[in-house]
């Protein structure tokens, strides 16, 4: 049997669909698009649905994919075996409404044995129990002996999701590896769970429409989804035990020994450990090239908790320091063939993954401490099992490993709630759920959008002309399609072309007006809605329009032009990041409207006032030299030789559109633009702020944006200098010397109150009781706040020589408490914590604090008597325990 290398295989697999005339797509985003129902892309049509269900016209009806793959149902035992991964890449040829059995099997068959050379006698299939015909297909036009063809129930044949939607029997091609490979039972053969027969190939036929009621209807159009493993057919051709020893996961596996200096296959613990992080770092650079951001929700905390369980697993394999990034190499080198943005986002995908590592080593050591304090109040209660919810808050919290947790409690002979943890888990993963929202095939909600025929899509027009005639195609209110709309009516227009900006790329829709002969719409935004269709929305503000009128479509020209001052700027922007702060910078999301600009970047720490001037200026400088910004349409390779930065988790076409700044700015854009960076005015940051982990927020104005802010900034000025009697040019010095003066009369007030404190000082310590063999004092003091009652509180204490403290304040109708105590008081029982939280309560306050020190804030300062009398009996009760 001949041997390929993965990438081979994959090359293979592609031409050959190609030569059947099948269009050949590069792999979508793991990030779904548009789609509730996943949390990351788990499959190869996953992100074909709109063309599997007719929402959207497919640039082909034939096309063939390789495509990157997360599933992460079950990340705790990815390792345990050697057949699961999390990060798997799927081959797939695909028809829509195009072929369908007869094809399918029939290029699979000469796949398998003409392009694979895989001997037919190793070869089985199986078929839907109900399939006689695809059964006759195998046997009478492909020659597959009778005892190859296996028939198996709805369950292993039959193919759909959830309770409605496209669905249809399935058969799978299976390869019969040897009964090495076997468990030696009688009646091992296909289906069995053993290792010998592998099923490599799933031939789908989607030819039903489940209904509701249960029932099937047949589809006007079958379609055909094909999924093949590129692992595990790897696996196979290159006659390795396990998708391990492939040779891409190999170099992977390899590397990972090397720097924990361990041999594989000598230990099965040390195995595991190889396992998960040759699989986990893989999976998480692969999620960073497509923009996923460690978080603690959703698709970035599937990407924490991965990396975060290969980090532990190294360190279980001794390895120092940090070494993701080491591996980041590895992984890049045998995948960015294919996936070049891979290569494209190297610097980033370090980075954050470094990072990451470094959080992950400080929170274990904070999940020690936590972790300990648990141990202690086991200890202390004569218990030896931690409860699920206690696990659950170090898992999920502190992102400390359960196998971790149940490995120390192990040492100090204690355990785990492993049920409690897991009802814990499974609240998570329906919160999880529930934030996805919809899950039904289509995964989104359907809308009035989707009665409309696949074939109405919109030309946008605009990029040259703000003014064109057009027809309004479809007219609908927010609930239904309508004829006609009258004066005051909120409507949505769709048409075949358009000079509106429909909402996308971070750039706000546009807004003007449609006017037909009988009436005009006020268009307020512009979106785009299922199958590549505009929508304008807006209001019928005179008279009456119907659906197939023909109308002037108007752009609004002053609010084009700022947007697109305000696009151009964020491009400027991108750049001198990168300039500023580092390669690693990338756009993590943008806000684009008339007003101003909001750019979202990649970033770990809050930038330097230094480092946002240097932006500002270099942005200003660009606008200053009057780039030519030119766009043209060329091939995706040919932006790549060009530099184009693309955008994170976008899906390009074969034809994209850069948008060069006089080769200072190329990136790839469908947004509107200036022709000149001059237009742009000038560039103002108004804001710099961090938004997420890893995540930075630059705010900006341009052009009159920028001239408003001025203004604003001008006037505050002004009054200033007003209030201050001083000139605009010396008010910084004006304000310096007003602060300071008031900064010396601050001082020469709480050195008046301090002697008045020491003098009154005198007579409160008269006040002194003392309390089963301690001095105890609790007094009020007039107009201090916390840090002069603290003060006062170490005064006090120190003259008591063994004894408690409790001293209250009221200043600006607001009550300080604090307590203090000795060593020797505490011993004997004395808790401050206990004795503020209940004192406190009368002021209606809160606050608490160890047992030698604790303070406290309340707001009812008619009740401080009270308070202390409180006091005083918690003190008594506490020392005559």
């Given amino acids: 049997m001949k041997q390929f290398s993965l990438n081979e295989l994959r090359e293979m697999y592609l031409s050959f669909f190609e030569s059947k005339n099948h269009l050949r797509k590069k792999s979508f985003p793991v990030v779904p698009q548009n789609d509730n129902s996943l949390l990351l892309i788990n499959a190869g049509m996953a992100p074909l649905k709109p063309y599997f269900t007719g929402q959207e016209v497919p640039p082909s009806k034939r096309m063939t994919t390789c495509q990157k793959c997360i599933r992460t149902g079950d990340i705790e035992n990815i390792g345990k075996t050697a057949r699961h991964l999390t990060c798997f890449e799927m081959l797939g040829n695909f028809s829509f409404g195009d072929y369908f059995k007869e094809e399918a099997i029939s290029w699979a068959w000469e796949f398998v044995t003409k392009v694979l050379e895989l001997p037919e006698e190793r070869l089985f299939v199986s078929v839907y129990e109900e399939d006689q015909p695809t059964a006759k297909i195998w046997h009478d036009k492909m020659g597959v002996a009778e005892d190859h063809i296996v028939f198996l129930g709805k369950e292993d044949n039959f193919w759909e999701v959830g309770v409605t939607g496209p669905c249809g029997p399935c058969s799978e091609i299976y390869f019969d590896r040897g009964p090495e490979y076997g468990c030696d039972s009688p009646t091992c053969a296909v289906g069995c769970d053993c290792d010998r ?151 980033y995908i370090v980075k954050l993954l470094t990072v990451e590592e470094e959080n992950f080593n400080k929170t274990i050591e904070q999940g020690l401490t ?56 499974e609240a998570q993963r329906k919160r999880a759920r529930e934030a996805r929202g919809e899950t039904n095939y289509s995964g989104r909600d359907k809308n009035v959008y989707d009665e409309l025929p696949n074939t109405l899509t919109t030309a946008f027009v605009g990029y040259q002309q703000l003014e064109v005639e057009s027809t309004i195609d479809a007219l609908a209110t927010h609930e239904a399609l309508v004829s006609e709309a009258t004066e005051g009516m909120e409507v949505n227009i769709v048409s075949k072309s358009t000079p509106f900006y429909a909402e996308s790329g971070g750039q706000m829709g546009d807004s003007g007006t449609i006017t037909t002969a009988n009436g005009t719409v006020e268009v307020t935004n512009t979106t785009k809605v299922v199958g590549g269709k505009f929508a304008h929305h807006g209001k019928v503000v005179a ?104 955008l994170f988790g976008e899906k390009y076409g074969d034809v994209v559109r850069v ?61 200033v200098a007003k209030l201050t009697k001083a000139k605009k040019d010396s008010v910084a010095k004006k304000v310096e010397h007003i602060l300071a003066e008031s900064k010396e009369l601050q001082r020469e007030n709480d050195k008046i109150k301090a002697e008045i404190a020491k003098s009154e000082a005198e007579n409160i310590l008269d006040e002194i009781q003392e309390v089963a063999g301690f001095k105890v004092l609790v007094a009020e003091l007039p107009s201090m706040d916390m840090n002069g009652l603290r003060n006062m509180g170490d005064t006090f204490k120190d003259k008591l020589g063994e004894g408690v403290v409790v001293l209250a304040s009221c200043m600006d109708e607001k009550v300080s408490l604090v307590a203090m105590a000795t060593n020797g008081a505490v011993i004997a029982g004395i808790h401050c914590g206990n004795i503020i939280k209940t004192s406190v309560a009368v002021v209606n306050g809160g606050g608490g604090g160890r047992p030698n020190m604790a303070q406290a804030g309340g707001k009812d300062a008619s009740k401080v008597k009270e308070a202390l009398e409180t006091a005083k009996e918690i003190i008594n009760q506490q020392l005559n325990k």
């Fill in 197 to 347: 027969f592998m099923e490599f190939w799933n031939l789908v036929f989607t030819q039903f429409d489940r209904q509701e009621d249960g029932t099937y209807l047949p589809l006007p159009n079958p379609n055909i989804d094909t999924g093949m493993g590129l692992e595990r057919l790897a696996t196979m051709m290159q006659g390795v035990s396990s998708v391990f020893d492939v040779d891409t996961f190999k170099a992977i596996r390899d590397h990972v020994c090397a720097l924990a200096n361990v041999t594989y296959g000598k230990s099965d613990k040390t195995d595991m450990s190889i396992r998960v992080i040759t699989d986990h770092i893989r999976s998480a650079t692969f999620m960073a090239s497509d923009g996923v951001l460690p978080s603690n929700e959703g698709r970035g905390y599937v990407m924490r908790r991965l990396i975060r369980r290969a980090v532990r697993h190294g360190k279980l394999l001794g390895i120092q320091g940090l070494f993701l990034k080491e591996l980041v190499k590895t992984v890049v080198d045998n995948s960015k063939h294919e996936y070049t943005e891979l290569e494209d986002k190297f610097d």
């Fill in 543 to 646: 008279g009456t329009i119907k659906q197939g009128e023909v109308a002037t479509f108007k752009v609004n020209p002053a609010m084009r032009l700022d947007s697109a001052r305000n696009h151009s700027a964020t491009h400027l922007l991108q750049k001198a990041l990168r300039e500023v702060v580092g390669g690693h910078v990338e756009q993590a999301g943008s806000n684009v409207t008339n007003e101003r600009l909001r750019f979202d970047y990649t970033h770990f720490e809050a930038l330097t006032s230094e480092q946002l001037e240097r932006v500002e200026a270099i942005v200003n400088e660009k606008v200053l030299e009057a780039l030519d910004i030119t766009t043209m349409e060329t091939s995706i390779d040919e932006a790549r030789k060009l530099g184009a930065m693309a």
């Fill in 659 to 719: 948008v060069d700044m006089g080769r200072y700015s190329i990136e790839l854009c469908g947004g509107t633009h200036l022709v000149n960076t001059a237009q742009i005015g000038t560039f103002k940051i108004v804001s710099e702020t961090g938004v997420a982990s890893g995540v930075r927020r630059i705010e900006a104005v341009t052009g009159r944006g920028a001239i408003s802010y001025y203004q604003t900034i001008e006037k505050e000025l002004n009054e």
């Fill in 370 to 425: 936590i972790l300990n304090g648990y141990i202690e109040g086991l200890e202390a209660k004569g218990e030896t099992v931690l409860n699920g919810e206690a696990c659950f808050k170090l898992y999920d919290t502190y992102g400390f490993p359960i196998d971790l947790t149940s490995e120390i409690l192990e040492e100090k002979g204690l355990s785990i709630d492993e049920e409690g943890f897991k009802l814990e888990m």
